[in-house]
């Protein structure tokens, strides 16, 4: 297997790593950075992404493969810019790419593309999916086979201008003694066509079940959500963006309400974190990206990865990222 805490390819930037276990193979479905000069800012304006590439690797030697490009924003009709983090789910013996980019209007919504091979090229649907919004999908597939479809992020990613259940150009954060702005959830029809319903909020409470505030930065939720099932439990993780950790939450209900629980992943070199969790040969791995490779430059991630470990009652030992 690769080298633990280095960057999974070097000759393309990557972020936001889903990674999932198909056919025996760790398949990491991340963003693709173009590097290019330009300045940081609150709207994310400088995660200009425009395609996909698929990587693979397994635990029989130290190679990594980049499948290569396997969907351009040129193919999907909808969408105008930035391609950010995408996830993928097996279901109906197809593949099913799920992806966040600006519609013609500016606005995020969530698209899907399709593949008979994990490692892709996906073929997009003309039109995002209905009632759609914000970044980041996550899409978990439970035991039962329904498929839930976590997102949504701040800023950037505009989920605080739905809190009204309506585009608000002028919506922003609550005030920060207020609960904060919840993540969201869909779930998919079983022929996967749309969502079941319109997406619900997925509430994240404190030890005595009060939902996290707003002005809680180390616990609330950010952006980049992921969901893996341990024990029976549902684990819900995502960043905590401004004060850039990963942390988590758990439920008996993949709806909720989830209790925090601690930090996965301490803050990396870079603003963002994203990370994704999955099980492979009996081992958990923690899929997580930084900035080390192009020292410090935001825009320019790199995918690592690293074993996460939990303790004897479930919780999960926090990782302090390691350079090598
Ligand atoms: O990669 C662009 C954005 O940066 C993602 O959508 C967020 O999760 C953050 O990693």
Same mark, same amino acid.
Request: one cysteine or more.
């Given at each position: 297997m690769k080298k633990q805490n280095t960057p999974l390819v070097t000759d393309i930037f990557t972020a936001d790593p889903s990674a999932h276990v198909f056919n025996d193979r760790i398949y990491i479905y991340p963003s693709h950075d173009i590097p290019h000069d330009g300045e940081d800012n609150d709207n994310g304006d400088e995660y200009q992404m425009q395609d996909y590439h698929v990587l693979s690797m397994d635990d029989k030697s130290d190679e990594v493969i980049d %499948?290569?490009?396997? &969907? %351009? #924003? /040129? #193919?999907?009709?909808w969408v105008s810019e930035q391609m950010w983090a995408p996830d993928a789910v097996y279901k109906n013996n197809t593949y099913y790419l799920f992806f966040p980019a600006r519609d013609k209007e500016g606005n995020f919504r969530l698209g899907i593309a399709e593949s008979s091979k994990p490692e892709g090229p996906f073929s997009p649907r003309? /039109?995002?999916? @209905?009632?759609s919004f914000s970044i980041d999908p996550c899409s978990f597939i439970d035991d039962d086979g329904k498929v839930y479809i976590y997102f949504g992020g701040l800023w950037g990613g #505009? &989920? !605080? @201008?739905?809190?009204?259940g309506k585009f608000d150009p002028q919506g922003g954060e609550p005030p920060k003694n207020e609960p904060a702005v919840c993540p969201k959830c869909g779930i998919m029809k079983d022929d996967m066509s !749309?969502? !079941? #319903?319109l997406p619900v909020d997925i509430q994240i409470v404190d030890e005595n079940g009060s939902p996290l505030l707003s002005g809680d930065e180390d616990r609330r939720y950010f952006e980049g959500p992921w969901m893996h099932k341990y024990n029976g439990k549902y684990y819900f993780s995502y960043s905590t963006g401004t004060t850039h950790k990963i942390v988590y939450a758990t439920s008996d209900n993949p709806l909720g309400p989830f209790t925090y629980q601690g930090v996965i992943l301490e803050p990396v070199i870079g603003w963002t974190t994203h990370h994704s969790i999955v099980e492979y040969h009996g081992k958990w791995y923690l899929f997580y990206h930084d900035c080390e490779y192009s020292k410090?430059? /935001? %825009?320019r991630r790199c995918v690592k990865y690293c074993e996460l470990k939990y303790n004897s009652d479930g919780t999960i030992q926090t990782i302090t990222p390691q350079y090598n």
């Open positions: %499948h290569g490009e396997v &969907l %351009h #924003q /040129n #193919q999907v009709p003309a /039109n995002c999916i @209905k009632g #505009q &989920l !605080e @201008k739905y809190r009204t !749309e969502f !079941e #319903q410090g430059i /935001n %825009h």
